[in-house]
């Protein structure tokens, strides 16, 4: 079987939520969040975990209020674990459920320090740092690495504590 950008088989709502991830990208956040949202009705509070995680993961960017963010980040963290490597290997053949956890706290993290809450913040922190051994040594990994160190940095820089 050809392989398809590294996935196991194509799967129709993964593309379509990547096309969402495309435009809000391409800065249509609007419209980003409306397909989300008409995506996230069709997939239901109870459908498939893997869908649910990428959607909530992204939609979460698309919020305007920091709370709003932090709900849609909390639906990823629910979904997650619920995940199973196997679910993951028909979507990407060398991902596993634990390499989803260190960007999922950062984002937890990061939305706790947006709305005041410094040791929450810190706690989410602390479970990315636990998590992020899963990563691989690549951009992606990198990037989620230099983010935990950046927003360690901004909240030992000072900030109100829960």
Do not use: K
């Not at 990547?18 to 800065?27: A, D, T, W």
């Not at 419209?31 to 959607?55: K, N, Q, T």
């Not at 709003?68 to 990407?92: F, M, N, Q, Y």
């Not at 899963?134 to 992606?140: G, I, M, R, T, W």
């Amino acid at each position: 079987m050809a392989e398809h950008q590294g996935t196991a088989a194509p799967d129709a709502v993964m593309t379509r939520i990547g096309q969402v991830i495309m435009l809000h990208r391409g800065g249509d956040r609007e419209e980003a969040r409306s397909r989300f949202l008409d995506l996230w009705a069709e997939i239901g509070e109870d459908g498939d975990p893997l869908h649910r995680c990428m959607l909530a993961h992204h939609m979460a960017d698309t919020q305007d209020d920091p709370a709003d963010e932090l709900a849609w980040d909390l639906r990823a963290l629910s979904a997650a674990e619920e995940l199973t490597d196997g679910r993951i290997a028909e979507h990407h053949h060398s991902l596993q459920a634990r390499a989803f956890y260190p960007s999922l706290h950062l984002n937890l993290a990061a939305d706790h320090m947006r709305l005041g809450r410094a040791d929450t913040a810190r706690a989410h922190l602390r479970l990315a740092r636990e998590t992020v051994g899963a990563l691989a040594d690549d951009d992606y990994g990198d990037g989620i690495r230099s983010a935990l160190t950046r927003l360690e940095g901004q909240l030992d820089g000072g900030g109100p504590s829960d």
